[in-house]
C-alpha cells in the first residue's frame, strides 16, 4: 500500500539507550528530509509533544516496551534486526503501532512511518531475507567500527547488560545454538577468550549506555 501525501514533512524522534545508534539513524535519514524531519534525537528522554511518530530502534532492548508506549504522546514504530514472527507479535501486543525490520530499504522505512502517521498499523518485514544471513543494519552501532555486525554487537550488548545465553536466546527469538555461534564469532573480533573479558570489553566501548548502568 503506497503511504499517504503530507503537506509538510512527518516529525520524527528518534529513541534508543545508545546514542551512537540515534545518530546513525538520523544521519540516515536526511537523505529523506523532504518526507521525514527528524525534531529530537534522545536516548533517554521521553519524546516531545509535537512528535508524530516515535521510531525506537531496539538495539539491545530488555525494558519494557509496553510501559514505554504507554507513556508515549505519539505512535511507536519499533526497528528491529529481528524478522521472527514472535518478536512482531509481541511487540504488536505490546502497543505498537508497527514494526520494521532493518533489512528493509530505507524508502520502506520512510513510507512505513508515514502510513503509521495515516493511523495504520504497519508491519515491513522482508521474508526473502534471512535475518541470519543479514548483517548490515540501518544506521549505525556500537562496535561497527571494530567489525562487528549489529547481530554480534545485540548480543554483546544483552551479554554486558547480564543475560545468560538462554535469555539472550529468548530476548532475540534466536535457537540457543545460533546465539552460541554468534558469541564465538564476536568473541574471536575482540580477542576475548572469556565471557569476562568479553564484558569488560564491551564496557569499555559503551556497549551499556553509562545512565543506564546507574538506573535503580
Not at 503530507?6 to 546513525?24: E, F, K, M, Q, T
Not at 510501559?67 to 514504530?77: E, G, K, N, T, Y
Not at 521472527?84 to 524508502?107: C, N, P, R, T, W
Request: hydrophobic fraction near 45%.
Amino acid at each position: 500500500m503506497p503511504a499517504p501525501e503530507l503537506s509538510r514533512p512527518l516529525r520524527l524522534a528518534l529513541v534508543d539507550d545508545h546514542p551512537i545508534v540515534v545518530r546513525g539513524l538520523a544521519a540516515m535519514l536526511t537523505e529523506h528530509g523532504d518526507r521525514v524531519h527528524v525534531v529530537e534525537l534522545d536516548s533517554l528522554r521521553d519524546p516531545a509533544e509535537d512528535v508524530d511518530v516515535v521510531l525506537k530502534d531496539a538495539f539491545g532492548l530488555i525494558d519494557d516496551l509496553r510501559d514505554f508506549v504507554r507513556s508515549s504522546r505519539a505512535p511507536v514504530v519499533v526497528f528491529a534486526f529481528t524478522a521472527e514472527k514472535a518478536a512482531v507479535q509481541a511487540a504488536l501486543d505490546a502497543g505498537a503501532a508497527g514494526y520494521v525490520f532493518k533489512g528493509v530499504s530505507e524508502e520502506r522505512l520512510v513510507a512505513a512511518l508515514e502510513r503509521v502517521h495515516a493511523g495504520e498499523q504497519v508491519v515491513e518485514v522482508d521474508q526473502e531475507v534471512g535475518q541470519d544471513a543479514f548483517d548490515g543494519g540501518a544506521g549505525d552501532w556500537p562496535g561497527r567500527a571494530e567489525g562487528l555486525t549489529e547481530r554480534e554487537s545485540e548480543i554483546l550488548a544483552l551479554i554486558c547488560r547480564g543475560l545468560s545465553n538462554q535469555e539472550v536466546a529468548q530476548t532475540l527469538f534466536l535457537s540457543i545454538n545460533s546465539i552460541k555461534t554468534y558469541i564465538r564469532s564476536l568473541y574471536r573480533k575482540i580477542g576475548a577468550e572469556s565471557r569476562s573479558q568479553a564484558v569488560i570489553w564491551g564496557l569499555d566501548h559503551d556497549f551499556v549506555p553509562r545512565p543506564w548502568r546507574h538506573r535503580p
